[in-house]
């Protein structure tokens, strides 16, 4: 945390060292939001860059523009009542390494975008726009799912130091809205994000960043709110806060992964909060041959959210096993509802498969010799509204074998579509340890709270489970050992 801090000091003090302000209108750019502006603003960012560095300020109007690309030592500031619109014509847009948007960047340092105004994508439009060139076949739709894979992200900011983005609203991106791609010294503070224009709509991306703080953001999503990632094999996300945030998305609120090629190391994820959420309010996967591993969440509330907290291993791809150790949970308060929670707004998730289906509970996957290690719970309080049926449970405490171990499948909390537990399941783990956890369920359950498969050298104390008309144990095991509870 103190590394993280100096860097961003040290980055505010450069970027003070050199600033100068530049306004929008001594460049020609025009605030008429017809004037397609691209030429001129990339124009302006390229004169500050060779004169040493500086703002260049947009003060009130609608700016339009195509791709522009941010330049070493230079802040763009947005005004409050300036909102620099994308274009809607897919051509306007281009590529320069992995990074496509609307704002970009590739190898630049000492560059942000601050202020009180709004980045507006018109991303449904464009998207609209892409699928229109796919129809009639000038444009490639390699998934052929209606969803182009490769339409613009409103921020892709790639390769490059000392980022800071503050204050400013982003909205209606075709894509991901912000995607951070292997930054050092990245600092994320007080963002809004409302981003339902369109399919897989992430709301902050963190891809194999370095000395990261994301705080004090607001993020409306269709897709992961804020997801950490890792695309690269030889790096990872590396020392990393998450904290003071709210979210709430038609996926999952906080998430690490999906993919998680290199890894997780070291991240805090702290005093956030989840509502409304379709799938889980914490998920922690490795299961494209990286690893997670030091990661602390603390203080997380979740309303009205499928899943509180998901921790899984897979192995989708190559042949570097994936694992996951040393994981702590603590001090988090969740509601599970019984109905979508996402039901209504643009872009919800899908209904969930086999309905209808009973609630999951939380879960601690890992792997047949691939066990995840290491986890502590502690201080939890999680209400869920129980009910569960078994006239269409798929597997009991007595056919855990019917469980399928799913190690190339897409990683998610409802991906075995049954489980013989309400609050917690827990399989192929090692050195777990839950300690004051209550579980209320609302209804009468006819499973156990926590279901044990392969746990060993683990320990559950001061545990309470209640539900009306309880007759089920508390715990079943199987093929465990050296667990004290």
């Known amino acids: 945390m103190k590394k993280i801090l100096l860097s961003l000091i040290c980055l505010s003090l450069a970027c003070a060292a050199s600033a100068k302000d530049y306004y929008a209108s001594l460049f020609g750019i025009k ?14 960012i390229d004169h500050i860059s060779a004169e040493g560095g500086g703002k260049l300020i947009f003060k009130v109007g609608r700016y339009l523009t195509g791709t522009i690309e941010l330049k070493d030592n230079v802040t763009i500031e947005l005004g409050e009542g300036a909102v620099l619109v994308g274009s809607t014509n897919p051509y306007d847009y281009y590529k320069k390494g992995d990074a496509f948007g609307l704002v970009i960047s590739n190898g630049a340092e000492n560059i942000g975008i601050v202020g009180l105004g709004v980045i507006d994508g018109q991303g449904r439009e464009l998207a609209n726009n892409f699928l229109g060139q796919i129809a009639v076949g000038v444009i490639k739709d390699i998934f052929k799912l209606g969803r182009p894979a490769d339409r613009p992200h409103l921020l892709y900011l790639c390769q490059s130091k000392n980022v800071t983005l503050k204050g400013i609203n982003i909205r209606n991106s075709s894509c991901w809205t912000c995607t951070t791609d292997r930054i050092e010294n990245l600092l994320i503070d007080g963002v809004t994000v409302d981003s339902r224009a369109f399919w897989n709509n992430d709301g902050l991306d963190i891809v194999d960043c370095k000395d990261a703080v994301i705080q004090n953001c607001f993020v409306n999503a ?23 945030n709210t979210i709430t998305s038609s996926a999952s609120g906080i998430k690490f ?4 090629v290199g890894g997780f190391r070291n991240i805090q994820i702290l005093d956030n909060v989840v509502y409304d959420t379709f799938r889980s309010a914490i998920t922690i996967q490795s299961v494209d041959g990286g690893f997670a591993e030091n990661i602390l969440v603390d203080g997380l509330k979740s309303y009205n959210t499928a899943n509180p907290i998901y921790l899984v291993v897979g192995q989708r791809r190559g042949e570097n096993k994936s694992r996951m150790e040393n994981i702590t949970i603590r001090n988090v308060y969740a509601e599970v509802p019984v109905d979508k929670p996402d039901y209504g707004v643009d872009y919800e998730g899908p209904t969930l ?39 269409f449970a798929k597997v009991g405490t007595h056919e855990l ?9 897409y990683p998610e909390f409802s ?37 044990l498969d392969d746990v060993h050298r683990s320990s559950f104390s001061r545990i309470t489970a209640t539900a009306p008309k309880m007759k089920t144990k508390i715990f079943v095991a199987r093929n465990c050992s050296d667990v004290k509870k």
């Open 353 to 391: 498969e086999d309905q209808p289906r009973n609630v999951l509970p939380c879960g601690i996957v890992g792997l047949e010799g691939q066990p995840v290690r290491n986890v502590t719970i502690e201080n939890v309080e999680i209400r869920f509204p129980g009910g569960g049926d078994p006239a």
């Open 401 to 409: 074998d019917q469980v399928p171990e799913m190690p190339t499948a």
């Open 415 to 451: 991906q075995f579509k049954e489980l013989p537990a309400w609050g917690f399941f827990i399989r192929h783990a090692e050195g777990v340890s839950l300690d004051n956890v209550t579980l209320t369920a609302a209804a009468k359950d006819y499973r156990p709270a926590i279901v």
């Open 257 to 260: 992964g999906t993919f998680g």
């Open 222 to 244: 269709s897709d992961d709110g804020i997801c950490l990632k890792s695309h690269h094999k030889d790096v990872c996300n590396d020392n990393v806060v998450v904290r003071h």
């Open 31 to 44: 605030s008429n939001g017809t004037t397609l502006n691209t030429t001129s603003i990339q124009r302006a």
